[in-house]
């Protein structure tokens, strides 16, 4: 059993909502593409990026919360996997929303995924992240060693009106 597969069977939306910040990034993009969201979860973010019309792949350990999307949004891809082992290479968008904590435990392991992903995905992909503000001046400087990022948006926000966040968008050229 995955870690919060207990959680989304108590609650269909564990998480919450999307967060604005990133669906109005998304909505004003100029293109749509293919999408892989990173830690899915229950859809928060996959279902309405796929209502804007973005091909989403929902990725996630959990079975349980991938179902809870299939058994409503039928067209949304998903894939039970490990994150840190999928390939994000064919994708247009790289989406990662607080699945990122650079804690003391995680700080190499996730250090290592933002690099693959930065390294594996294709000239002109888009890499999109939001977390809690206080951890995100690592992943600035793993995004700054990389010449070949262009900074898309980078905009500090509060979250439900509770937690200051950070969202992040680069392309790769």
Same mark, same amino acid.
């Given at each position: ?41 229950? /859809?928060? *973010?996959? +279902? ?11 990725? !996630? @350990?959990? %079975?349980? /919360?991938? *179902?809870? +999307? ?11 996997? !490990? @994150?840190? %082992? ?88």
């Amino acid at each position: 059993m995955a870690t919060y597969d207990k959680y989304y069977n108590e609650d269909k939306q564990y998480f919450g909502k999307a967060n604005e910040v990133l669906i109005e990034f998304f909505t004003s993009y100029k293109s749509r593409g293919s999408l892989a969201d990173l830690g899915a979860g229950q /859809g928060r *973010n996959s +279902i309405p990026l796929s209502a804007l019309g973005y091909d989403v792949t929902a990725v !996630d @350990i959990s %079975k349980v /919360g991938l *179902n809870q +999307i299939t058994d409503l949004y039928p067209n949304i891809k998903t894939e039970c996997t !490990d @994150i840190y %082992k999928y390939d994000v290479g064919d994708y247009d968008f790289i989406l990662l929303d607080s699945m990122l904590h650079f804690y003391k435990n995680d700080f190499t392991k996730e250090s290592n995924l933002v690099k693959h992903l930065l390294s594996n995905m294709k000239i002109d992909s888009v890499f999109v992240n939001c977390m809690i503000l206080s951890k995100h001046s690592h992943l600035v400087d793993i995004i700054n060693g990389y010449d070949s990022l262009n900074v898309l948006s980078s905009q500090e926000f509060l979250y439900d009106n509770k937690m200051k966040y950070h969202f992040i968008a680069v392309c790769k050229s």
